[in-house]
């Protein structure tokens, strides 16, 4: 971005021409004054992901749900949050078997819950954004396997209390 906070016409350029620009949320750069002027500008990432380690986990980082939540705080739809962690980075690694659910693909899935209220993000300086949507991981599958079932959906035994 300039001095007035304008994204520079050679991002834009570079984008149009193939160059891919991930976002690779961290522990040390994600900012909200950068990141509400590029998405209010029209410049968003092509692929979302996460420095994932112990000070981004306990940071503003914290999962890769909560980056898709910001995104949509930002104003993306669910539709491009989910395009832009799956098929985007699958396709930039030429990895057309992973991000999609066709037949012979791995089956690798992740489900989530639609939460609406009033919700804070932070950025690594510590600047909170409100957003009234948030991603919750509710179950993923890992090549066919459960491998997180946060509140028992795919349990075969229910009791009712």
Same mark, same amino acid.
């Given at each position: 971005?300039?001095?007035?906070? $304008?994204?520079?016409? !050679?991002?834009?350029?570079? %984008?149009?021409?193939?160059? *891919? !620009?991930?976002?690779?949320?961290? @522990?040390?750069?994600?900012?909200?004054?950068?990141?509400?002027?590029?998405?209010? %500008?029209?410049?968003?990432?092509?692929?979302?992901?996460?420095?994932?380690?112990?000070?981004?986990?306990?940071? #503003?980082?914290?999962?890769?749900?909560?980056? *898709?939540?910001? !995104?949509?705080?930002?104003?993306?739809?669910?539709?491009?949050?989910? =395009?832009?962690?799956?098929?985007?980075?699958?396709? #930039?690694?030429?990895? $057309?078997?992973?991000?999609? =659910?066709?037949?012979?693909?791995?089956?690798?899935?992740?489900? !989530?819950?639609?939460?609406?209220?009033?919700?804070?993000? *932070?950025?690594?300086?510590?600047? $909170?954004?409100? @957003?009234? %949507?948030? *991603?919750?991981?509710?179950?993923?599958?890992?090549?066919?396997?459960?491998?997180?079932?946060?509140?028992?959906?795919?349990?075969?035994? $229910?009791?009712?209390?």
């Amino acid at each position: 971005m300039d001095r007035a906070g $304008k994204v520079k016409p !050679f991002v834009f350029t570079a %984008q149009e021409r193939g160059i *891919l !620009f991930d976002v690779g949320h961290g @522990g040390g750069a994600f900012a909200w004054a950068q990141a509400v002027p590029s998405a209010r %500008q029209g410049f968003w990432p092509n692929t979302i992901s996460t420095d994932l380690h112990t000070e981004s986990m306990n940071g #503003a980082m914290k999962d890769m749900a909560n980056v *898709l939540s910001k !995104f949509l705080a930002l104003g993306m739809s669910v539709q491009e949050v989910i =395009l832009r962690s799956t098929w985007n980075p699958a396709n #930039a690694i030429n990895r $057309k078997d992973l991000g999609n =659910l066709s037949v012979g693909s791995g089956a690798d899935v992740a489900v !989530f819950t639609l939460r609406t209220g009033d919700f804070g993000f *932070l950025d690594v300086s510590g600047i $909170k954004l409100m @957003g009234k %949507q948030k *991603l919750e991981a509710e179950l993923t599958i890992r090549a066919g396997k459960i491998v997180w079932d946060l509140n028992g959906i795919a349990a075969k035994n $229910k009791t009712e209390r």
